[in-house]
């Protein structure tokens, strides 16, 4: 059985800096979904450095801020992921929180399968 890892690319709100963004996310928004969501195997924050040697074509700043990495070691645990962020007070109460600091239109969530080379 392979871990399932779920990645999430996710831009800051408008008039927030890359530092206070950063600060939210670690302080406030990862301690609450480690909380609501324990079944997570890992759940890694990659921080896009801004200005990236290299932005796509026309861009003068990154098009996301960070890259969150949410791996669940069996299906069971992503099905419960699934069922829990699925109940209306979990999802409201997510969904408050990334609209203080997230471009919540923006969001783009997807599953991944790892390729690594040695």
Known sequence: MAVIKRMVMIRRKAGTTHEQFREYYEK??????????PMFGTYKRNFIQPNAPRLPAGASDNP?????????????DYAAFMEKSSRPEVRAEVRTDEEKFMDTAAIFSFIVEESVSK
């Open 28 to 37: 406030n928004h990862a301690t609450m979904a480690m909380r609501l969501f």
């Open 64 to 76: 996301y801020d960070v890259v969150t990495e949410m791996t669940f070691a069996t299906d069971a």
